[in-house]
């Protein structure tokens, strides 16, 4: 069984420009959650989607949103960005069993560079 | 709110030696632990988790942790260090209330000396 996948894998932008990320589950997943790992930091929870819908929502600004989709493949977006966003973005997925104890399995992530 | 705490951010050892991995939690309600490691330029992969079971709980690659509520913590050890052991270890916990997000710790870098 193919695992997430994370498309790209790494990504230069510019300060003010918009990205999007892509994640797809690996299959028959419904859960993903969204994390940003940086060296100052850690690793912080962006957000998590159920069958399309929102679940949880870390501390971040409204410039980070997501969405899912029916197939449950999930995007995220980070709209006018700045230096400090440069990150390494994980996705992770997970069975739609019992939440909080379900294991979560991570993608390699998009390392996202903004100059 | 929780909150994770791992102590060392790097830790040495000579391969053979016993790994010790530090984690302790806070946590107002009764928490799910999980320890997660991540090699180079790769993403986070499970090595064992705890969600009110055995308080023992073994993992893979020879890892295991042992959960004790009185001292808050969740150590990670394994008996003999491998090179190949050389990677980040994240301690992570969860909150039975808030789905799957995972609260992490620091992170503790190991580091296997031949």
């Known amino acids: 069984k193919a695992g997430v996948t994370q498309t790209p894998r790494y990504l230069i932008k510019t300060r003010g420009q918009q990205v999007t990320l892509s994640c797809s589950p690996i299959?028959?997943?419904?859960?993903v959650s969204w994390y940003q790992q940086t060296p100052g930091q850690g690793l912080q929870f962006l957000f998590e989607?159920?069958?399309?819908?929102?679940?949880n929502k870390g501390n971040f600004p409204g410039r980070f949103s997501g969405r899912q989709f029916s197939n449950s493949r999930s995007e995220m977006n980070v709209s006018t960005l700045e230096l400090g966003d440069s990150a390494l973005y994980l996705c992770?997925?997970?069975?739609?069993?019992?939440?909080?104890?379900?294991?979560?399995?991570f993608g390699p992530g998009t390392r996202l560079t903004v100059l | 709110a929780q909150s994770v705490t791992q102590l060392g951010s790097h830790v040495s050892v000579s391969e053979g030696a016993l790994v010790l991995l530090r984690c302790n939690y806070s946590?107002?309600?009764?928490?799910?632990l999980f320890w997660y490691v991540q090699y180079p330029n790769q993403g986070l992969q499970l090595l064992l988790k705890?969600?009110?079971?055995?308080?023992l709980v073994k993992g893979i690659n020879g890892f295991e942790a042992e959960f004790k509520k009185s001292e808050t913590s969740f150590h990670l050890t394994k008996p003999s260090a491998h090179m190949s052991d050389a990677a980040e270890y994240f301690c992570?916990?969860?909150?039975?209330?808030?789905?799957?997000?995972?609260?992490f710790g620091g992170g503790t870098r190991l580091m296997v000396k031949p």
């Open positions: 992770a997925s997970s069975l739609p069993g019992e939440p909080s104890t379900d294991t979560q399995y």
């Open positions: 299959s028959g997943h419904r859960s």
């Open positions: 989607y159920f069958s399309e819908t929102q679940r």
């Open positions: 946590s107002s309600v009764p928490p799910y």
């Open positions: 705890y969600t009110s079971a055995a308080t």
């Open positions: 992570a916990v969860s909150d039975g209330n808030a789905g799957n997000m995972l609260t």
